[in-house]
């Protein structure tokens, strides 16, 4: 408009531009409200004889201020925007927007530019088509622009890399219907499959047309493209297009739960696109890991998902030669040593096979190999079988040994005696491999022209040997077989491990076959089976959205094979599939996979940097001058009236505040309103640190344990820093337990057991390091060596549904008995009782300590000597309970032993650290 980067949303509103000049003149008409001055009457006496009088009119510097204020408020209507961006031409505006991971970093900027194009073509009066690349190809449409917004609102990045060929005819097809459309095509600069077929389909169809690609100088996306579990480390690999100024990031690795589990730093080498990150963890939290993000990216390809596939196996070695000591290069443990090391944390056990086997069983191995190991003594069988029968992987390598045994822990039928080159059964050459079939987890690796086998065990013919065939020659004999017993998998090799019968243990076909059959552990449904039909097809339970994020799937996504290894797609995105004890993982990329820039060919030379215009909507300062020009106005009006001189300094100071407040929110007009907070305090249990009880529904108990938790309280505010808050009685069917440090449980003789929710979150609570007292408050009843009384037969039933540790009395040498107090027993209203925690780890040969403890605090301590009863008081502070005992101090006794209680609980096991030690020494010695 005149030059200048201003346009108007609702530009008829102007035309209420011609009223000023009547308004001038209306204004110009009617004067100013008379000035009244009292006077004493004589003063009329004094001028009988009226003058001629002229009315008054309004100052003409208050007529252009009021109409200065008619004008910023008819400006104000018409919406003006300064800066509102390009225009565009005349006919429909197609907007082509990349919905890939790739753009999920910077979608905001990407969708508020798209929404500024269509706002553009709605001041415009221009239909909009919208294209969101990730989706999937349909037909194109114009809409009003403001259906357009509501669509594009609608529309998330995917989780996966776009096919924009997929595409190409439907734009093809709009094009030519709309000759003169324009086109605005929002890039993630990632390349995605068929790129260039859609540029130059693009090109071709959009000929002379407007035509613009935005995309960023440098595409900002980062993903990550598999990991090696390699020895000792998980090393992850990173990539990037292009040289983005993002050279180095941090990776977090999490379990199934989102619990952090270890952290790793990448960075890129100057120019480089590929980096990698390592994880130097033991193989337990390794295997733990589920989840890998880029922090600060929010992007379905900034994660990894990882599944049984993805974990490093013990493996364990066993061998039936003879030569492992005397020739060790040339025995068969030496090969799979190799060929497993990479994949697997290789065992080996000295001994013979039924030791070795025992030891490494022991050991809790995911796969145990057998290289030519024959007749298996019952014992050994028997260990090995219920192994393969709970999910362990057998795998056995063929041999002189085996091929005279009778065990059948062999996926098929063997025939004695082998089958070689130049023997009775035998052929004129070494044989290959044929092929690898689908239904074999070996499908896709190329068998090596060279490969020959020299001798092999050979198989009895049944009916269901095809089945079990995973690896045969060209004739058809099968060289590997396999097959499920119980929830495990026995697979068999029928040539030895080592170089004897064939060369397949020189290949590097050998290492990869070895590779797959160790991925099968703990996951053996990847593979093809009719016994497994049922699950050979996993459907998605949750899967990542666009930003990175696990959601329910939607109802477009498809189930998956169990062998299935491509990267994600529409049907299939990203996410687990299958049960949570067995899913499989989908990712958005592979390993090896690379992160390319988008080829636009014949479209580079209409690219344009995304870069928003900084459109600045000039109706809030146009509202907030006319709103300080109408007090102003009044103000003068208020003066020139005389009434301004009558208003008292106090009134005067009244309406000035009340101006400024009227005033202050047009100063921020057209701000976003921050939101206030909602003054809602947080949960006390947050702020103060409180002790607490079950509830049991037994009047008389409950107030018991008020009681004494209120006088254990007040104690612990008379003796130590601790200034607790009022005990807190806990419902554990409806209360979180998480802001207690300690928990006193009274068990009841004829209370029902808790509910199964309420046994876990008694279990989380210990297992987040929470303290769970249980007093049972029968020392007096209970007997030694006889029955068991009604209180300890309902704490075993409770105990029975926890997963409680070791238990043992507290030794003297606890932490427990020096957190505050020096204490050797813990009495309550009773003495006689024993109290019971953690059991400790032995202590170090040597070591002598005067406080020892465990990693953390006991989660759990037992007494039966009625605690709360001994530290119950009064409203007087006076004891609500005699004690009984020989002991005249039993009750200071239980006192100090509850202070030890929470203390203990509050600080840990701090008292055990060294530096405590002459001090402990010193005070033991008085």
Request: net charge neutral.
């Amino acid at each position: 408009m005149l030059g200048l980067p201003l346009t108007f949303l609702s530009p008829l509103v102007l035309a209420a531009l011609v009223t000023l000049p009547a308004i001038w003149l209306l204004l110009r008409v009617t004067p100013p409200q008379p000035r009244r001055i009292d006077f004493p009457p004589l003063r009329i006496l004094a001028d009988l004889l009226p003058e001629q009088e002229n009315p008054a009119r309004t100052p003409w510097w208050l007529l252009a201020l009021r109409l200065l204020v008619a004008a910023l408020l008819i400006l104000a209507a018409a919406g003006p925007l300064w800066n509102p961006g390009a225009a565009g031409g005349r006919g429909p505006l197609l907007v082509i927007l990349d919905s890939g991971f790739p753009a999920a970093y910077d979608w905001r900027e990407r969708a508020a530019f798209a929404a500024e194009r269509i706002e553009g073509a709605q001041r415009d009066g221009r239909p909009v088509a919208l294209l969101a690349t990730g989706e999937r190809p349909g037909g194109l449409e114009t809409v009003s622009p403001a259906a357009a917004l509501d669509r594009l609102r609608a529309v998330k990045p995917q989780p996966w890399l776009v096919d924009r060929r997929n595409h190409a005819d439907a734009v093809t097809r709009f094009l030519a219907a709309q000759p003169d459309a324009e086109i605005v095509w929002i890039s993630d600069g990632v390349a995605g499959a068929g790129d260039s077929a859609f540029s130059e389909a693009l090109a071709a169809a959009a000929g002379a047309r407007s035509l613009a690609v935005f995309q960023a100088p440098a595409p900002p996306a980062v993903a990550l493209a598999g990991l090696e579990n390699r020895a000792g480390q998980l090393v992850v690999h990173v990539l990037r297009a292009v040289p983005n100024g993002r050279d180095a990031g941090t990776l977090r690795a999490m379990d199934l739960k989102g619990l952090p589990l270890a952290d790793a730093q990448f960075a890129f080498q100057p120019g480089a696109t590929e980096a990698e990150a390592s994880f130097e963890v033991p193989m337990e939290i390794r295997n733990a890991i589920a989840r890998i993000d880029i922090l600060g990216e929010s992007s379905a390809g900034a994660v990894h998902l990882s599944d049984e596939r993805g974990k490093r196996r013990r493996i364990g070695l066993v061998s039936g030669s003879t030569a492992d000591q005397a020739q060790p290069l040339l025995a068969p443990t030496y090969y799979l040593a190799r060929a497993l090391g990479p994949y697997g944390e290789v065992r080996e056990a000295p001994g013979g096979v039924a030791e070795a086997v025992g030891q490494l069983l022991d050991q809790q191995v995911s796969v145990l190999v057998l290289a030519d190991v024959g007749t298996l003594d019952r014992d050994t069988y028997r260990r090995v079988a219920e192994f393969v029968d709970k999910g362990g992987l057998l795998l056995r390598f063929a041999g002189t040994r085996l091929a005279a045994g009778n065990d059948d822990l062999v996926p098929v039928r063997l025939r004695r005696g082998g089958r070689n080159l130049g023997g009775a059964l035998s052929w004129d050459a070494p044989r290959t491999l044929a092929p690898f079939t689908r239904e074999s987890p070996f499908f896709g690796l190329a068998v090596p022209a060279d490969l020959g086998v020299r001798r092999q065990i050979l198989a009895e013919p049944d009916g269901e040997l095809s089945r079990k065939t995973w690896a045969a020659l060209q004739d058809g004999t099968p060289i590997v077989t396999a097959d499920w017993r119980g929830q495990g998998m026995v697979v068999l090799v029928h040539v030895t491990a080592d170089a004897a019968w064939s060369n397949l243990p020189l290949t590097g076909l050998f290492v990869d076959m070895l590779r797959r059959v160790v991925a099968l552990s703990g996951n053996p449904d990847v593979v093809g089976a009719d016994q497994k039909a049922d699950i050979q097809t996993v459907a998605p339970t949750r899967v990542l959205d666009g930003f990175g994020a696990l959601v329910a799937p939607p109802p477009t996504a498809k189930a998956v094979q169990r062998n299935h290894s491509d990267r994600a797609s529409p049907e299939h995105p990203p996410g687990y599939y299958g049960p949570t004890e067995s899913s499989l993982a989908v990712n958005a990329l592979l390993a090896g996979d690379k992160l390319a820039p988008l080829p636009l060919g014949p479209l580079a030379s209409r690219t344009a940097p995304l870069a928003r215009a900084e459109t600045l909507d000039l109706r809030a300062p146009l509202l907030t001058a006319a709103i300080l020009l109408l007090l102003a106005d009044a103000l003068v009006s208020l003066w020139l009236g005389g009434h301004l001189q009558r208003l008292r300094p106090r009134r005067v100071a009244a309406a000035a505040a009340l101006a400024a407040a009227l005033g202050l929110p047009c100063l921020v007009g057209g701000q976003p309103a921050l939101a206030q907070g909602s003054g809602r305090a947080s949960p006390d249990p947050a702020l103060v640190t409180r002790l607490a009880y079950v509830v049991t529904g037994d009047a008389t108990i409950d107030q018991t344990s008020k009681a004494g938790l209120t006088g254990l309280t007040q104690a612990l505010a008379a003796r130590t820093a601790l200034e607790a808050g009022e005990p807190a009685a806990v419902d554990l069917a409806r209360d979180e337990l998480a802001f207690f440090p300690l928990l006193y449980v009274p068990v009841a003789p004829n209370q029902p057991l808790p509910s199964p929710a309420a046994i876990r979150k008694l279990d989380a609570f210990m297992k987040n390091g929470g303290t769970i007292l249980f007093d049972t408050r029968d020392a007096m009843n209970a007997r030694p060596g006889g029955e068991p009384t009604a209180e300890t037969q309902a704490l075993r039933r409770m105990l029975a549904t926890l997963d409680i540790p070791e238990l043992e009395p507290v030794p003297r040498d606890h932490v427990l008995t020096k957190t505050f107090y020096l204490l050797d027993r813990f009495p309550g209203r009773y003495g006689t009782g024993q109290t019971w925690v953690e059991a400790l780890p032995p202590a170090a040969d040597g070591e002598r300590r005067p406080a020892r403890a465990g990693d953390g605090v006991s989660p759990i301590v037992i007494t039966s000597n009625d605690l709360a009863a001994a530290w119950a008081v009064g409203r007087n502070g006076e004891p609500m309970f005699p004690v009984i005992g020989a002991d005249p101090r039993q009750r200071e006794m239980a006192f100090r032993g509850g202070v030890n209680l929470v203390m203990y609980t509050l600080t840990g096991n701090y008292k055990a650290d060294q530096v405590h030690v002459p001090a402990l020494l010193e005070r033991l010695g008085q």
